[in-house]
């Protein structure tokens, strides 16, 4: 099955004018692999990551995600944002020589995406003094995105005894925005409501990024047995640069009424590169006792560069507005000296440590430079212990630093929303957190019944988190401060069994966490406590040619807040689910699958059930190499577009359009040849996959 050449294409087209298609072939060898792929869509499946969308959503502070309910922790999905057409194609090859002591590979993938999307969102802020405000928008959006990637991989080992990797990325992407809001706020005081402001703001443009980035691991044993030696090396590089125009309109209806408008040119330009390394000596001491020395050291710098223009009379972005334009320079320096004493027996084994973790970060420009220097020491360990074949018991600890972004230190200046204005601190410290864990595993192979339990708490110091309050007219200010008394601690238990002398399995997920968090409302600080508990089981049976499954779902969330009059009551999201998967005479087979959706507590309009049920039947044909398939999605048209968003100090509902009911058909045809003889037979319904192919 290693020699020979497979592959399969499919396309499709269906209602709403949604569309699919896609392919693959793969030639393997006993020294080589070829894979070529493809997939085109505007069923909102991407495929792979989108690169420089995601780069210029960062430097704008977007984001996205699903339509879903935030609440405690739990977070329910109803739906996707928006529309996305996308596009991808790429190409992965590798080759071995001398008997496999050297290995070259390489890929290039490219990427599209186009994303519409358009909703509302209405937001409430509760304040300290039982007010609140309204926030009320609709907005439009557009993004477009392209991306080219090529890597490499090198894989060398000129002796038994040494051994390089070499594995190289470079990227090039390129993107437009398109957004549009309308919003307004009104304040609610007792049953009064007042409007506090309204206004709408526009921002769209272009931008390109690149990016270069790449890893070298070299290892060395040396003579004596288990006396090690390794560096490893990684450096990257990245430049984006956004080219837009932010345009707005804000009207101030409170304290002293006023209307502000913005039409402005910018060019913001980020760029950051970074070199670290890690060398390790490992020296044995016993048998089968080890000491390890390493030393870690990780150099970074970012750039920001922005240049912002207002319109002279004569129309031209030719006056420098010199508020919004700033240039930040970040560098952040941070290092790592551990000594590891590790022991490796039958029955266990236990890695103790010490490492010492200084950091250094310097920041220039802005209101003032900064510079500070932070020394953190952390203990590490583990231990496992193996209490037989199947079964065994590991502990760990670990503690490591997170340095706070430029944004944190000194934000670049962005007024694309009038209504919410970063700030920046240069005082911040970086955060440490500290991690402990317990896993428990056991397995029994006769019967395949598998239990797995684990435990973890983290407590992190000097926590960042953002203070916000509001100023006259609604604007909310935000700034990263640091925090103590941040911590969390979750447990989770899976347990997967067949039942004796039935084709039935069984499987449960158990999940608790408890979660200890600082933030503010309107500048008054609150400690949150949150609960959450989740219990999932499902039964499934499996036939020779009939594959059926239920399933229950529930989660209840609970917080509890410093801020009293900002107490909610818990809330339960439950879900009941079917899936089948039968195999019919004479080629036949039907695919289904439904979720019943529900809940409780929360607030009105929120609770509504829906059932998403999708189904399809597909016809193996040309002697079992071609499938004809008629799939539908969400046959009762009940897709929700909607999510909402609970915390201590707001409640925010979102709605978005998205994918909804669609019946599409699509054909796939599978080809191919190996030494043992032509592809076919009944069993293959899917595309193909060859074993040893490497990742994109």
Known sequence: ???????????????????????????????????????????????????????????????????????????????????????????????????????????????????????????????????????????????????????????????????????????????????????STDALRGAQESKVNDGYNRSYGDNNSQTIGGELLFRQRLGKPGRTFSVNVNYSYSNNEIDGYNRSETNIYTGNPSTTQIDQNYNQISKSSSIGARASYTEPLGKNFFMELAYRYNYRVSNSEKSTFDKDINGFYSIKDELYSNRFENTFITQQAEVNLRKNEEKYSYVIGFNAQPSFTESIGGTRDISRSVVNFSPSAQYEYKISDMSNLRIRYRGNTNQPSINQLQPVLDNSNPLFIPEGNPDLLPEFNSRLSLEYGNTKRETFRSVRVWLEGNYTADKIVNKTWYEEGGIQKSMPVNENGVYSISNSMMYNTPIKNTKLYFTNNTRLSLNRGINYSNALRNKTTSLSLREAMRVTYRGEKVEVGVGARASYSYAWYTIEQNIKPGTWSNSLSANLNWTLANGFNMVSDVDYNFYIGFEEGMNEPSVVWNAEVSKLVLKNLGTIRLKVFDILNQSRNMWRTTTDNYIEDVQNNTLQQYFMLSFTIRFGTFQSGSMGGSGHRGGYSGGGMRRF
């Open 1 to 183: 099955m290693m020699n020979g050449m497979f592959g399969n294409l499919t396309a499709g087209y269906g209602t709403e004018e949604r569309f699919q298609a896609a392919g693959m072939m793969g030639n393997f060898t006993k020294t080589s692999q070829l894979s070529i792929l493809f997939n085109g869509n505007n069923t909102n499946n991407r495929a792979f990551t989108d690169l420089a969308g995601g780069m210029m959503r960062g430097m704008r502070g977007g984001g996205g995600g699903g339509g879903s309910i935030n609440v405690g922790g739990t977070r329910i999905n109803f739906g996707g944002t928006g529309i996305t057409t996308s596009w991808m194609g790429g190409v992965n090859a590798n080759k071995e020589y001398n008997d496999g002591k050297l290995k070259i590979g390489g890929n290039y993938f490219y990427g599209s995406t186009d994303n519409v999307s358009e909703g509302t969102r209405v937001r409430q802020n509760f304040l300290p003094d039982s007010s609140s405000f309204f926030n009320r928008n609709s907005s439009f959006s557009q993004n477009i995105s392209d991306n080219h990637r090529v890597a490499f991989e090198l894989e060398w080992a000129p002796s038994e005894k040494t051994s390089f990797i070499f594995r190289p990325n470079i990227s090039i992407g390129y993107g437009s925005f398109n957004d549009s809001t309308q919003f």
